[in-house]
């Protein structure tokens, strides 16, 4: 998703201050040019973490998905990589444009969003014609800290809204009522698609990752926030991802993430 998670997660101020911040240029930073060696790939995790600290203390624009550069290395690369042709994403954000714009012409990135507000703020910073808003309402009022069975019921239109703009080669799970989304995208993907769930590390997401037979966890090291999972109902992970590499990486950073912003 990107600036906040759904309506969640930040207050309408906050969510609207991080919307209007402007882009910052990252391309001798970006994913493709990631060194090999786990090491080098650390500090410049660490560098783009840190500058963006610096760059928010000052007021400077910092335009970003919601997530860690490694997070985002790995959705890029994935992309890149595949070349996907339909792409679905449940909670629509930062990620929404960030991604999208990444798309080849013509491709479709189709997000879905609860909360009507923000669906139509996002919506007003993505003119780009590959990149789609749609709203859909809640079916009753959504309660704070409900259960994924509860907030799957109450979000019963917006989990089947995208069914007809099926089928997807990449589906991002980034929104609310994620193991819902997660069991209805299983009819949702292409057989060769690939669907990655962000927040991963959160216990009460892991139902959702059933029946998927291809599927990767990079874990990172809290219980309530980051962490990726990548699954396939049949595509091999590793031929849209380096694995090993962003393993290796990620480890590194679960060691040094207490000590520095990783």
Known sequence: MGWADGAGGLDGRDRH??????AVQRRAWSGEVRLAHPVGGLLRLLALEHRDL?????????????????EMDA?????????????????????????GSRLPPGARWIAIEHDREWADA???????????VHHVAPNRPLVPDADEDAAAAALRDYVAYPTPFAPF???????????????RARDLLAPQGVIVLHDA????????????????????????????????IALPIGD????DDHQRLWRWCRRVGKVLRC
């Not at 201050?17 to 402007?22: E, G, K, Q, V, Y």
């Not at 080669?169 to 009522?177: E, K, N, Q, S, T």
């Not at 849209?240 to 694995?243: G, M, T």
């Open 17 to 22: 201050r991080i919307l209007d911040r402007s």
């Open 54 to 70: 610096v760059l928010g203390a000052r007021a400077a624009p910092v335009h970003k998905p919601w997530m860690r550069y490694r």
């Open 75 to 99: 959705i890029e690369e994935i992309l890149r990589r595949q070349r996907p042709g339909r792409c679905l994403e449940w909670g629509a954000g930062a990620s929404t444009c960030y991604f």
């Open 122 to 132: 996002v919506e007003a910073r993505c003119p780009d014609p590959r990149i789609e």
């Open 169 to 183: 080669d990449f589906i991002l799970v980034d929104g609310r009522a994620r193991v819902g989304c997660l069991r």
């Open 201 to 232: 590390d959160r216990p009460q997401y892991r139902p959702g990752f059933e029946g998927y037979p291809r599927q990767v966890l990079l874990r990172g090291r809290r219980e309530n926030a980051g962490g990726l999972w990548i699954g396939s």
């Open 240 to 243: 849209v991802l380096d694995i």
